[in-house]
């Protein structure tokens, strides 16, 4: 007996990995969408609906009927259906309710809709008001029928209470919120229209829309009650959305109620038969597909769209507009924040301070401009845009602390070369004024034009302080050492003019310059002295024009120039007398006593 029932198990373990999953066979039927949870106090999801919706390819529209308990939604919607009780929703007789949360019709109604195939499903509610649930939970399912619907049929027996009334704020709320937009736009999600049914064998005169016109008319409120004045914004708002709503009234089918699901048609109010042939057309003339942001919704994009709903009803203490706002703005605030984060992506840091702020005020500008575009919600989104608002300002800062890092480090790379070109220059092998005024400008020009950004201020001091230091410094040790050098460049130069070229212009120069240069300052006792005498500025001007040119460098052509002479002399004593003889390079000395040409002696 044992070993047969582990048999079993292993069979149909088997079977179901063959099958891959439990797939529902039979669509004909009703299944439940959205359950409560055992507090009864908030909803969720059951898969056997979802599968029946995720299978439709086409545009999806819903009809959803929500009322008091006991107010025949569930028969009414067997009708619509033209179904039994015995295979359509389940019909209640007790005096709990039948439904739990939302249940849905498997098998869609298939209707063209302005040219377009769609898939019509039809939903039955939990009655509300009923023993042992929370207002809260009768909120939830209200608003949640209220989103998901196309035609919304607001199910009433014999009159409109107060209470009813009340219990429109949310849809109320909703539609200011999400369908008050631009005509012309793309709205959030299209509107259900409102369809009060009022479920009344005599109107004494009136009309339906004369009942739910008196229905909607201000209460009275002298004393200033809050609750009333809540109701009486409701009217407003009710009275404004007049082109999203209408009304129509079904009389009693039978007056034995508890033998409704066992009569047919021939056996009913003949009255009620022909309104309820009316009320058919009058639901499939005002049906359309679920639009969300412009684009009908089909089977899996419609359960997508339940799950956010859900999410947001479920998210709060009460189901309200705002967490409704702030679930479906969540994806465009994403793409907000991406298109931002692209924007400020193909700055080339550093940037001055005014183009970074004139860019990001461009890009904040852009964003918003796609977000009103693309928002959910009116009155609520405002909390997103501060949301979008406080993303993008981090954002923004990261931004401004990378462009001041950038900028410091710009700006210290041309301090340091600045720094470098000024060390090097203090220490030319030939000391010139004109070279280091020349490095001077170009370096602080080049700093000027290249440093950009926040940290240039900070940089600019730096650099104006390092530049006067290395000038005065430059300044000082100038004199000082072109005077070193033309004492030792006066010595070479006699060595020179006397021993190798011979030229005695040059050495009688060299003795004049090296004469000039010691009696002067043994006579005045000091060298600075000699630094303010205009023979002194003459050397230095000559002394400039020779050692530095936009032409000619000579301190970095100096040891070239040196080999090039040193070359042309060495030649010039081997080859240049004995062709050109000693006439050349007058005057010359002349220490030939015992030439070839001298008269012999003997």
Known sequence: MEISYWVCVVSIVLCLFASGSLSIENFHQAFPIVEPDPGHTKLRLSREGLEAIERITTPIAAVAVIGPYRSGKSFLLNQLLSLSCYEGFGVGHMRDTKTKGIWVWGTPVEMDINGVKTSVFYLDTEGFESVGKSNVYDDRIFALATVMSSVLVYNLAETIREADIARLSF?????????????????????????????????????????????????????????????????????????????????????????????????????????????????????????????????????????????????????????????????ILERCLKLYNERMAKLTLPLIEQSLQEYHERSLEEVMKLFEEQHFGRHHAKKSVEQLE?????????????????????????????????????????PSMAKFNAGFLQCNQSFEQECVGPAKTNYEHRMMKMLGKSRSLFIKEYNHRLFNWLVAFSLVMVVVGRFIIKFILIEIGAWVLFIFLET???????????????????????????????????????????????????????????????????????????????????
Request: with cysteine; net charge neutral; charged share 25%.
């Open 171 to 331: 849809a109320v709320e909703l539609a200011e919120e999400f369908y008050g937009r631009v005509k012309g736009q793309d709205v959030a999600f299209e509107p259900a229209k409102l369809l009060w049914l009022i479920q009344r064998d005599f109107l004494q005169g009136k009309s339906v829309e004369d009942m739910v016109h008196e229905a909607l008319l201000h209460v009275p409120n002298s004393d200033g009650n809050k609750n009333i004045d809540m109701v009486n914004q409701i009217r407003d708002s009710l009275a404004i959305m007049g082109d999203n709503s209408t009304a129509f009234s079904l009389p009693q089918p039978h007056l034995q109620r508890t033998k409704l699901c066992d009569m047919k048609d021939g056996e009913l109010d003949p009255m009620y038969v022909k309104k309820k042939e009316q009320l058919k057309q009058l639901v499939a003339s005002i049906i359309r597909p679920k639009i969300v942001q412009g684009r009908p919704l089909n089977g899996k994009e419609f359960v997508s769209f339940l799950e956010q709903i859900l999410e947001a009803l479920n998210k709060g203490e009460i189901p309200s507009t705002g967490s409704l706002v702030e679930v479906f703005n969540k994806g």
């Open 390 to 430: 406080e993303e993008i300002e981090k954002v923004h800062k990261n931004v401004i602390m990378a462009n001041e890092y950038r900028s410091s480090k710009l700006c210290e790379a041309l301090y340091t070369r600045c720094e470098d070109k000024m060390d090097q220059l203090q220490v030319l092998r030939l």
């Open 520 to 602: 002067y300052t043994r006579m005045f006792w000091s060298a600075e002295s000699l630094y303010y005498n205009p023979v002194w500025h003459v050397i230095v001007a000559t002394w400039e024009t020779l050692v530095y040119s936009p032409v000619l460098d000579l301190d970095r052509w100096a040891i070239p120039a040196g080999v090039i002479v040193a070359l042309f002399v060495l030649y010039w004593r081997c080859n240049g007398r004995r062709k050109h003889g000693s006439s050349w390079l007058l005057p010359l000395y002349n220490n030939n006593k015992g030439g070839p040409n001298r008269p012999r002696s003997d």
